[in-house]
């Protein structure tokens, strides 16, 4: 592959690329195909040291609704509020779009890259994998809130103490138009480093 060639149409997709919101996304979903890319996408993140350091978790049809049912029974588990509103809200998290998928970062502590080099690489997958289901004409939305969170979810998905949930993404077909969002202004965020009198230091 030819890393020379500017790709304009790569360049207009991450500045044009925004999140829709689970609840609006419809079937169809990805196809096992389109799936497949998109989780192979986001395998090729930057991982300092080859670790690996995060899995993916599907979601579709039933395991979504069977995964409700476990989200809002930790919920009752953890806080002891029994509020319908809440519960019925955590349990129909999973079933919001079509797809679901769970990032879960998985550092390995006693390599020598940092922990947080490793939990940078499991959300670098997330905005990766958002950006190849976008290329593919999806609609995508990260979210986290408090099921990323407990504990007792994290066990059911076979997660270990020290594994976190980088997020949850929502991929499904558009059931309306995107509306551009405020965006920072490029010169508040953007500082050209310029060196110091160091004889002032």
């Avoid at 020379?4 to 979903?29: H, M, V, W, Y």
Wanted: aromatic residues 8%; contains cysteine; proline residues 6%.
């Amino acid at each position: 592959m030819n890393f020379n060639i500017i790709n304009t149409n790569t360049l207009d997709l991450l500045l044009s690329r925004r999140s829709a919101k689970a609840r609006n996304l419809t079937q169809p979903g990805p196809s096992a195909k389109e799936l497949e890319l998109i989780l192979k996408a986001g395998m090729r993140v930057p991982d300092h040291g080859k670790i690996f350091p995060w899995r993916f978790i599907v979601f579709e049809g039933e395991a979504q609704a069977g995964f409700g049912v476990i989200i809002a029974k930790c919920y009752r588990q953890e806080t002891g509020d029994e509020s319908n509103a809440t519960v019925k809200g955590l349990q129909d998290f999973p079933c919001q779009a079509p797809v679901m998928i769970t990032v879960a970062a998985t550092p390995d502590a006693d390599r020598a890259i940092p922990v947080w080099e490793q939990n940078l690489s499991a959300g670098a997958a997330c905005q990766t994998m958002m950006i190849a289901a976008t290329a593919l004409g999806f609609g995508v939305n990260w979210l986290t809130g408090w099921t990323a969170y407990s504990p007792g979810v994290k066990r059911a998905l076979g997660l270990q103490e020290k594994d976190g949930i980088a997020g949850f993404l929502f991929i499904g077909s558009h059931s309306e138009d995107l509306k551009e969002r405020p965006r920072p202004s490029y010169d508040d965020i953007v500082h050209h480093w310029r060196t110091p009198d160091l004889a002032n230091l």
